[in-house]
Each structure stands twice: as structure tokens, then as C-alpha cells.
């Protein structure tokens, strides 16, 4: 689908990425540069690249696909860098957890006859690095595309197929709404579970022998997603700044509400609350978006 | 290991419970009682039980072991109607999430000659109900008991070989620290994760639709938490009130210092956040409290 694919950051996506471009046979060859010597050499070594440069502007040369991969906080820096190597009618894409800050960041160094499609693939896990990666990391994951108005049609439905090819289904949204959704469904889900790790890991009246041992009540799922690359989160929560801002001062609101139900031992307003937060969960496996399997399936098995 | 155990609540607890003690022999015969006649007829029908009765009184009977599985709230009325029914030498356990409370609540009702061993198992998944039970419920997990000052030494040995024999690790600890570990650990992680399903659940800007179509991105790892017992939860919240304020308190804390790093643009204040919280996921895994498989082991697998 695309002759040379560059990959500009070379950790948990770039490198999930190479290896399903590569089991579905979409390139021809796959570039790629990381800041890191170290990354640079694994990439290479574990076959993720055919080639590795120091540069980004090395790394660009001639692809008809670039993909920036990297923290949102440096998208910027890179468009600087690459721009004057980009060749005419490449597409320029990113996969940025924020857009609107990855549209003004980019958006005013792309040269005429290039293709910017900022995009974002909803897929992850909490590893990072370029051994982190798996071919099957976007099956049945949404990739959105966030086209801004003189955006390209036939560059965009090329994109598409790139990554439906990978497994994942697309939706166009704009930027701004990709924003505040992204602050419900991510960004503060992590700003929450970051907190709640900190708290255990600062509170001295509990052990973090105590908070490990007896973490399976519900406090280890918050660790997995607070083990999430600090870098890159960063940078979500300093660039979607107003959405992030928003919908916490949405979440202490109602956390206040919740936390004078229980000062005031009022037993109706939380048995309420907690009823009405199981319909989600259903929609949610209804829609395959998780396993049904009780405790995500993780341990023992459930024997019935 | 008991000649017959009665299990007052007939939930994902219980279930598990009679399960696991058929599976290794443990047990001559189970009666039953739950309050509802559905529940009661499945647990029948599915052969959770030998014998249901319609009261908790007629459950107990001739029982050389009782273990209360209702919510918290509902313990001190089940204790008071069982007290006169309980045969001597009898041990009466409970398997609430809060201990204090429970202490309070069954202990004055407790006659001379009768255990009262308060327990706790660290087990359980975002279903409930008897048919949501599976033996190999309590593998590897933490069984939590405060014993009292006066429990007797035998009866607590023996009531340990029991779960122990169904898999768990046992521990003892005073009961107010138990109820400060379980705020930290549990109580307060899951008041936050129903408050973040609710407002996701209550926003009008960002769709249920896509709310639900991109939960993967963190959010859906909230809404099991979310999906778990309402009454249960909400009786931990009304009986374990003070710890989980001074918890709630310290959430909000470092909540709106984060908060305020992100309004100012502090970079380094978050980073240096974000990344501590590492090493907490890696005792974890190390301690077997979790999968170390990206995402939990989750849909589609690494190849690597």
C-alpha cells in the first residue's frame, strides 16, 4: 500500500506497527529513527526496521508514508526538522493521544503537496519500548482521524486502508471533540489512577508490603494503568490541558457529592449511584470492547 | 474438616465458597439461607447446598460452622436472629469487607461457647450472585481474619486449614488497621471508579456511544470495578466512613496538586509523578497478585 514507511519514534506503537505492516504485507520498506542509540540498535536487530538513521530528516527521505510516533510534546520539534526532506505527496500522519496540540504543533511546517492526517490509534497496553509491540495490537481497536478541511480525500481513504488492513476499524472526528472525549475516556482515568498509586506509595500508616500483598481488591488495576510510560503522559496532560481540567472539576464534583453521601450515612444516594454505573459495563462487552470473563479472565478460572 | 457449614447469604462469595470446600472434601454437609426465594431455589437447583431453608435460624441449626456472607450492613440483624439457634463449640465467621463494623454489629449478640472468628477474603470479581461462584476463587489470594482477644487459639487454627485448604494465603491483623488497608487497597479505589463511570454516564457533550466504543483507551478497566455490587458497596462505604474519608482526603490531595501542575504547565512535577508509581505494578507481578501479560492478558496476544 505504501512503497517506504518511516516510523519517527520507534517504541510500543512504531513497533506494533512494523510487525503488522509486515504480517499483512502493506510496504515495501520501513524506515526508522529514535532518539536513542539504544532503541535505534534494537529496532534493527529484532528486524522492526530494514533501516535505522540518526536523524528524523535522514530517516524521511523518500517515504510516501511518515508516521510520528513520538511523546506530543516533541511532534513539533520533528515537523521542524523533517520538513524540508519530505518528498512531494507523502502522506505525514501521527498518532498522537491530543490533536488540537498536534495540529498547531505540526500543522504550519508541512510544505505544499504533502499530506498531513493527524490520527490516533486507541490501542495499548501498559509496556513501552520497541519490544513491546505486537502484530495484533490494533485488532478490532478504533483509529481516528481528525482531517483538517483541506485534507486530501484519496490520502485519507489510502491512510485507511492502511490501518484497517491492520485490524482496526476507523472513525473521523474533529479535533477538538477527539479532545474532550479522549479526556472522559483516558486522560482522566490516568490522572486518577496515577493519584491513587501515589497516595498508597506516600501513606505510611500502610506498608507497600501490605498495599502489594492485598492489591487484588481492586487497587491492582489501577497499578497497570499508572504503569503507563510516564513521557508520554506528560505531555497528554500538558497539551489537553482545558478538556483534562474540565472533566476533572466534573470528577471532584461528584466525588464530593459521593463523599458527603458517606459523611452523611446516606445509604440511597450511593446505592443509586452504583446501580446505575452497570449498564456501561454491559455496553461495553456488547460492543467487544472488553472480555466478559469475570476479573478480565486474569488467574484461576471460573470451573461452571 | 467441618461435619456441617451453613452459609447465611448465598452470593458470589458463598458460591465459591461451597464450591471449593466440596472440591477438596472439606465438608460433610452445607445448608443454606438466603434471603431471597430465587436465590434460594437456584442455589438448590445448581447444588450449591444440600438443604435451603427460609430463615437464617433453621440454616444454622446443628452447624459446626457459620459463615455470614451478606452485605456489611445486614450482619447485626442475621447475628441477632441466629444467636439462639447456634450450637455450642459452633464457629461463626464472616466474610465482610469491613471489620470493625461487623465486630460491632454480631459480637455483643454472640453467646458464651461460640467462635466468633471475623474474617475476610481478598477475593472476589465484578459479578455476584450463586451462580457467579467458582472453586479456584480463593487460589493464591489473601484471606484476612482479626481474631478478637479472646478467641480461641483451636478455633482459629482450624477455621484457617479450612480456606487454606481451598487455596488462600492466611493472615491476622487488628481489625482497625484491616479497615485502613482495605480503604487504601479497595474501599477507596472503587468509590473513584464509579465516580469517574458516572460522569462519563452523566455527560452530555461526549456520547454513551462513544463512551463506549472507546473505553479501551483506560476507561473500561473503571467500569468493572463500577460493575460490582451496589448494596454490598454501598454498606462498605456507610461502615468503614472514617478511614475512608482520611483516604478520600488524601486522593483529593494530591489530585489537585496534579491538578495544579497541569493548569501551570509544570512538566517535571508530573513526570517525576508518573514515573515513581512503576515499581509499585512490578511488586505486584513479583508478588503473583497479578498477570504480568500486557493489558491483562486481554483480547488479541502478543507474538513475541
Redesign the interface.
Known sequence: MYQKVALIGLGLIASSMA?AMREHGLVGTITGHARSAETRETALEIGLVDSVHDTAAEAVKGADLVVLCVPV?AMGVIAAEIAPHLASGATVTDVGSVKRAVIDAVGPHMPEGVHFIPGHP??????SGP???????F????W?FTPLENTDPEALARLKSLVEAM?ANT?DMPPDHHD???A???H????????????????R??T?E???????????????????D??M???V??TN?EA??D??G???E??FM??RA??M?D?EV??D??????A??R??IE?G???DA???????????
Open positions: 510487525r510534546g486507541l490501542a495499548g497496553t501498559e509496556q519490544r513491546a509491540g505486537f502484530a495484533t495490537l485488532t478490532n481497536r478504533w481516528l485490524g472513525d474532550l472525549v479522549l472522559v475516556v483516558s482522566t482515568p490516568h490522572l486518577i489512577a496515577y493519584t491513587m498509586v501515589g497516595v498508597a506509595d506516600h501513606l500508616r500502610v507497600h501490605e498495599v502489594i500483598k492485598y492489591s487484588a481488591t481492586g487497587f491492582r488495576d489501577f497499578t497497570r494503568i499508572a504503569a503507563s510516564p513521557v503522559w506528560r505531555d496532560f500538558l490541558k483534562t481540567l472533566i476533572l466534573r470528577f471532584t461528584e466525588l459521593l463523599q458517606i459523611r450515612g445509604g450511593l446505592e449511584y452504583f446501580s446505575r454505573t452497570r456501561i459495563r455496553g461495553i460492543a470492547q472488553d472480555t469475570p476479573d478480565f479472565g486474569r488467574g484461576p478460572k471460573k470451573d461452571a
